[in-house]
Protein backbone atom coordinates (compact mmCIF):
# COMPACT_ATOMS: atom_id res chain seq x y z
CA UNK A 1 0.00 0.00 0.00
CA UNK A 2 2.28 2.87 -1.22
CA UNK A 3 1.16 6.00 -2.03
CA UNK A 4 3.50 7.95 -4.46
CA UNK A 5 3.09 11.43 -3.76
CA UNK A 6 5.32 14.10 -5.67
CA UNK A 7 6.65 17.13 -3.55
CA UNK A 8 6.60 19.57 -6.00
CA UNK A 9 5.55 22.34 -3.28
CA UNK A 10 4.11 22.49 0.26
CA UNK A 11 2.24 25.27 0.54
CA UNK A 12 3.90 27.14 3.69
CA UNK A 13 5.17 30.35 3.62
CA UNK A 14 8.39 30.28 5.37
CA UNK A 15 10.78 33.49 5.24
CA UNK A 16 14.51 33.12 5.30
CA UNK A 17 16.25 32.67 8.75
CA UNK A 18 17.47 36.02 10.08
CA UNK A 19 14.64 38.16 10.91
CA UNK A 20 16.46 41.38 10.65
CA UNK A 21 17.60 39.93 6.68
CA UNK A 22 13.82 40.01 6.29
CA UNK A 23 12.86 43.10 7.89
CA UNK A 24 15.73 44.39 5.14
CA UNK A 25 14.44 42.98 2.20
CA UNK A 26 11.34 44.68 2.85
CA UNK A 27 12.74 47.75 2.44
CA UNK A 28 13.91 47.18 -0.84
CA UNK A 29 12.05 47.34 -4.08
CA UNK A 30 10.96 44.19 -5.58
CA UNK A 31 12.62 43.35 -8.66
CA UNK A 32 10.40 42.78 -11.77
CA UNK A 33 8.95 39.57 -11.70
CA UNK A 34 10.68 36.41 -13.53
CA UNK A 35 8.64 33.78 -15.55
CA UNK A 36 8.74 30.85 -13.10
CA UNK A 37 8.29 26.91 -13.34
CA UNK A 38 7.63 24.28 -10.60
CA UNK A 39 10.47 21.83 -10.25
CA UNK A 40 10.24 18.38 -8.61
CA UNK A 41 12.50 18.51 -5.82
CA UNK A 42 11.69 15.26 -4.03
CA UNK A 43 9.06 12.52 -4.23
CA UNK A 44 7.63 11.03 -0.64
CA UNK A 45 7.14 7.60 -2.06
CA UNK A 46 4.92 6.64 1.19
CA UNK A 47 2.11 7.67 3.38
CA UNK A 48 4.36 7.12 6.61
CA UNK A 49 6.90 9.49 4.38
CA UNK A 50 4.21 12.43 3.84
CA UNK A 51 3.18 12.23 7.25
CA UNK A 52 6.74 12.77 8.44
CA UNK A 53 7.63 15.44 5.97
CA UNK A 54 4.80 17.28 7.24
CA UNK A 55 5.45 16.84 10.94
CA UNK A 56 8.80 18.25 9.79
CA UNK A 57 7.42 21.37 8.46
CA UNK A 58 5.02 21.96 10.96
CA UNK A 59 8.38 21.78 13.63
CA UNK A 60 10.28 24.00 11.02
CA UNK A 61 6.67 26.70 11.14
CA UNK A 62 6.43 26.35 15.01
CA UNK A 63 10.25 27.14 15.62
CA UNK A 64 9.83 30.01 13.34
CA UNK A 65 7.05 31.07 14.94
CA UNK A 66 8.46 31.05 18.31
CA UNK A 67 11.31 33.14 17.22
CA UNK A 68 9.66 35.41 15.80
CA UNK A 69 7.30 35.97 19.24
CA UNK A 70 11.18 35.87 21.44
CA UNK A 71 12.10 38.59 19.06
CA UNK A 72 9.14 40.78 20.21
CA UNK A 73 9.58 40.03 23.31
CA UNK A 74 13.14 41.23 23.63
CA UNK A 75 12.24 44.41 21.33
CA UNK A 76 9.91 45.09 24.27
CA UNK A 77 11.98 44.31 27.39
CA UNK A 78 13.20 47.17 28.75
CA UNK A 79 15.07 44.82 31.91
CA UNK A 80 18.80 44.42 30.98
CA UNK A 81 19.32 40.99 32.53
CA UNK A 82 15.78 40.03 31.35
CA UNK A 83 16.39 40.95 27.72
CA UNK A 84 19.75 38.97 28.04
CA UNK A 85 18.29 35.97 28.72
CA UNK A 86 15.20 35.95 26.32
CA UNK A 87 18.68 36.90 23.79
CA UNK A 88 20.37 33.64 24.66
CA UNK A 89 16.52 31.77 24.36
CA UNK A 90 16.70 33.34 20.78
CA UNK A 91 19.98 32.34 19.68
CA UNK A 92 19.29 28.81 21.20
CA UNK A 93 16.32 28.47 19.34
CA UNK A 94 17.69 30.14 15.81
CA UNK A 95 20.58 28.04 15.90
CA UNK A 96 18.00 24.33 16.21
CA UNK A 97 16.31 26.20 13.59
CA UNK A 98 18.96 26.33 11.41
CA UNK A 99 20.15 22.65 12.37
CA UNK A 100 16.61 21.45 11.26
CA UNK A 101 16.17 23.52 8.02
CA UNK A 102 19.57 22.01 6.91
CA UNK A 103 18.28 18.61 7.59
CA UNK A 104 14.91 19.79 5.52
CA UNK A 105 17.38 20.69 2.39
CA UNK A 106 19.66 17.53 2.55
CA UNK A 107 16.62 15.49 2.69
CA UNK A 108 14.04 17.10 0.80
CA UNK A 109 15.74 19.90 -0.98
CA UNK A 110 13.73 22.17 0.86
CA UNK A 111 14.45 25.58 1.90
CA UNK A 112 12.50 27.72 4.25
CA UNK A 113 12.81 31.00 1.51
CA UNK A 114 10.60 28.96 -0.93
CA UNK A 115 7.00 28.54 -1.50
CA UNK A 116 5.92 24.66 -2.06
CA UNK A 117 3.01 22.80 -3.45
CA UNK A 118 2.38 18.86 -2.79
CA UNK A 119 1.04 17.09 -5.92
CA UNK A 120 -0.57 13.64 -5.59
CA UNK A 121 0.29 11.43 -8.27
CA UNK A 122 -1.48 8.12 -7.01
CA UNK A 123 -4.13 8.30 -3.95
CA UNK A 124 -5.69 5.12 -2.93
CA UNK A 125 -9.23 5.59 -1.46
CA UNK A 126 -10.78 3.47 1.49
CA UNK A 127 -13.92 2.85 3.17
CA UNK A 128 -15.06 1.13 5.95
CA UNK A 129 -17.31 -1.95 5.37
CA UNK A 130 -18.88 -5.34 6.39
CA UNK A 131 -17.36 -8.62 5.81
CA UNK A 132 -21.08 -8.87 3.02
CA UNK A 133 -20.15 -5.63 1.94
CA UNK A 134 -16.36 -6.46 1.07
CA UNK A 135 -17.57 -9.78 -0.54
CA UNK A 136 -20.08 -8.07 -2.92
CA UNK A 137 -17.78 -4.85 -4.04
CA UNK A 138 -14.59 -7.18 -4.24
CA UNK A 139 -16.86 -9.33 -6.36
CA UNK A 140 -18.32 -6.48 -8.50
CA UNK A 141 -14.63 -5.11 -9.18
CA UNK A 142 -13.65 -8.27 -10.39
CA UNK A 143 -16.46 -8.64 -12.61
CA UNK A 144 -15.90 -5.28 -13.64
CA UNK A 145 -12.55 -6.01 -15.84
CA UNK A 146 -14.01 -9.18 -17.17
CA UNK A 147 -16.98 -7.30 -18.88
CA UNK A 148 -14.20 -4.86 -20.94
Do not use: C, W
Not at 43 to 65: H, I, P, S, W, Y
Amino acid sequence: MTNKLALLALVVSLPALSLQAADQKAAQPAPAAKQQKLLKVATLKTAEANREFQANVQLLQAQRQAAIQLNSEIEKETNAAKKKELKTQLDALIAKLNENAEKMRNAYGFSLERNYTIEIETAHVYMLVTDEEAAKIEAAQKAAPAKK
